[in-house]
């Protein structure tokens, strides 16, 4: 007969599933910024920033400029690290880095269904449906604004 093994059995959490997204910023004929959101996948009417998974071996940094063209056809030029905002979503929960891009140029139609579309910084943030992504929004304009734009 085989002994059994007794103890305490603890339950360690997953860890985080990692992402990267693009905060992207173009500026207007008047020279005013304007934030690039598309539609969320997993909920079609919510706006968000692209974002997605980080391949084996792929800098976030990297996958975020990824994520940016296939998502919205996009090519952009990266100006730095944002920061990272986390949330939980059927179980998991998920860590997302972002980075602060500013446009060069549509490349393609992006993702199907994913609707890019300029808004003007007030409008982005009335439009953003979480708190975390209106925090790294924040962030991304002061990071802006460090490198030289000014309001």
Do not use: C
């Not at 994520?67 to 090519?75: D, P």
């Amino acid at each position: 007969m085989k002994k059994l093994l007794s103890g305490n059995l603890t339950s360690h959490p997953s860890p985080a599933i990692k992402e990267s997204g693009a905060i992207t910023i173009r500026f207007n004929n008047k020279n005013m910024p304007e934030v690039l959101l598309i539609l969320s996948k997993k909920k079609p009417k919510v706006r968000i920033f692209p974002k997605g998974h980080i391949e084996k071996g792929e800098k976030a940094s990297a996958a975020a400029k990824r994520e940016l063209l296939e998502e919205a056809g996009i090519k952009g030029r990266l100006i730095g690290y944002a920061g990272k905002v986390s949330y939980n979503f059927k179980g998991k929960k998920y860590l997302v880095s972002y980075y602060l891009f500013q446009f060069e140029t549509f490349v393609t139609n992006g993702e199907r269904g994913r609707r890019p579309q300029w808004y003007s910084i007030n409008d982005a943030y009335s439009v953003l449906p979480f708190e975390g992504l209106k925090e790294i929004l924040e962030k991304a304009i002061k990071k802006l604004k460090k490198v030289g734009w000014k309001d």
